[in-house]
């Protein structure tokens, strides 16, 4: 197995005097197969970030929610979670298919406890899995390369407030994007989306924005 770290990794380790604990983390924590623990852990989230890297080479990064267990884990070394509807801009989806490196944080903030893991993502409009989640328009499967548990030091303890009422779920209707009833894109919007709109009500979009810093929860 290659070493996680590089020359400039191992640079500022020297620098630093950490290189021998840096191999010691690595030697204890890096794996290529998920354990059960790990796959309960992930598959009771409702959150986490996904990293990609876009067209230029620039890293980007995603937050991605559901109900828990919107990730599901495959086998040992495979895992797969939707693509909901967004913005319609497909960042991440559209980067996976030019540079399918991946990185994924997982993070319970009342704990704390995280993990990060990299892996080889590819997706597919015809999934089997698609009729597993409501209203996705694309499946996500990624095959790892490697996991390890993070530091929990600077991770500051939240506890959840409430589910966002945009996840898709069969008990309920899900609602309209707040931002699709604003005036700046009635214009752009899909037939479907914008009958929608305008059976709710167009908004401004400062009205929408306050109701966003307000904390609002119809925004």
């Not at 495979?78 to 693509?83: G, H, M, N, R, V």
């Not at 209203?135 to 390890?148: S, Y």
Request: hydrophobic fraction near 35%; glycine fraction near 6%.
């Amino acid at each position: 197995m290659a070493s996680i770290y590089g020359n400039q990794h191992r640079k500022l380790q020297d620098s630093f005097d950490t290189r021998k604990l840096a191999d010691r983390i690595e030697e204890i924590t890096v794996k290529q197969e998920f354990d059960e623990d790990t796959k309960c852990f992930i598959e009771t989230r409702d959150m986490f970030f996904l990293s990609t890297i876009d067209h230029t080479g620039r890293p980007t990064v995603s937050y991605k929610g559901g109900d828990p267990g919107f990730v599901k884990m495959i086998d040992n070394t495979t895992l797969a979670f939707p693509s909901y509807d967004g913005n319609g801009m497909y960042m991440s989806m559209g980067n996976i298919t030019e540079n399918n490196k991946i990185g994924m944080l997982f993070i319970a903030f009342d704990r704390p406890h995280r993990i990060r893991v990299h892996g080889l993502a590819s997706i597919d409009k015809n999934d089997p899995l698609l009729s597993e989640y409501k209203e996705a328009d694309l499946v996500v499967r990624v095959k790892l390369t490697d996991f390890w548990q993070n530091c929990p030091r600077y991770i500051h303890r939240y506890h959840k407030e409430d589910s966002s009422r945009y996840v898709p779920r069969i008990s309920c209707e899900t609602p309209l994007a707040g931002w699709k009833q604003t005036d700046i894109v009635q214009d752009v919007l899909s037939k479907e989306d914008s009958e929608k709109a305008k059976k709710l009500g167009v908004i401004e979009i400062g009205e929408w924005i306050e109701k966003i810093k307000a904390g609002d929860p119809s925004a």
